[in-house]
C-alpha cells in the first residue's frame, strides 16, 4: 500500500528531531563555552579557589540508544565510496566537536565496528573488500 501523507509526515517530524537535536547540541556547546570562561575568571582572582562540580554528568563521548547507529547512517549517506570504521568513528567525531587523539579515535572505531554489525544484522548495510585492514561499508539498496 503506498502511504505517501504518512511518510510525509514521518519525514517532517525526522526532520523537527534532527533539528531539535542540532539547536540543542549548540546550546550545550555555549553553556560549556561559558562555565569555561567563569572558571578562567575565578582563576584569574584566586588561583587557588575550589569550585564546586555539579552533579555527574555522562561523558561527552556518551550517546543515546540508536544515536550511534543514526550517526553512521548519516555518515554513510555523504560518502561515495566504501568507508572503513576508522573513517565513519573520525567523522563522527568531527560532527560532535570531540578530540582526533588516538585514544578517543580507537573507542569510537569500537562503538562504530559495534553499530555497523547490527545495522548489518538488520540488511541496512553490507561488507566491501578492500585493501587494507580495515573493511569498507557502504549502505544497501
Known amino acids: 500500500m503506498d502511504r505517501p501523507n504518512t511518510v510525509s509526515g514521518l519525514r517532517e517530524k525526522h526532520s523537527e528531531i534532527a533539528g531539535q537535536i542540532e539547536h540543542t547540541r549548540a546550546v550545550l556547546a555555549r553553556l560549556v563555552a561559558d562555565l569555561e570562561a567563569v572558571e578562567h575568571t575565578i582563576r584569574l582572582f584566586d588561583p587557588d579557589a575550589e569550585l564546586p562540580r555539579a552533579k555527574p554528568v555522562p561523558s561527552p563521548h556518551a550517546a543515546f540508544k540508536g ?11 555523504t560518502c561515495g565510496e566504501p568507508a572503513t570504521s576508522l573513517w565513519l568513528a573520525r567523522k563522527i567525531l568531527a560532527g560532535r566537536g570531540l578530540p582526533d587523539d588516538a585514544k578517543t579515535v580507537t573507542l569510537f572505531r569500537k562503538r562504530v565496528g559495534a553499530a555497523l554489525y547490527k545495522l548489518r544484522a538488520k540488511g541496512w548495510v553490507e561488507e566491501v ?4 585492514e580495515y573493511k569498507g561499508w557502504v549502505l544497501t539498496t
Open 129 to 132: 573488500p578492500q585493501a587494507g
Open 67 to 77: 544515536e550511534m547507529r543514526r550517526d553512521v547512517m548519516a555518515a554513510l549517506r
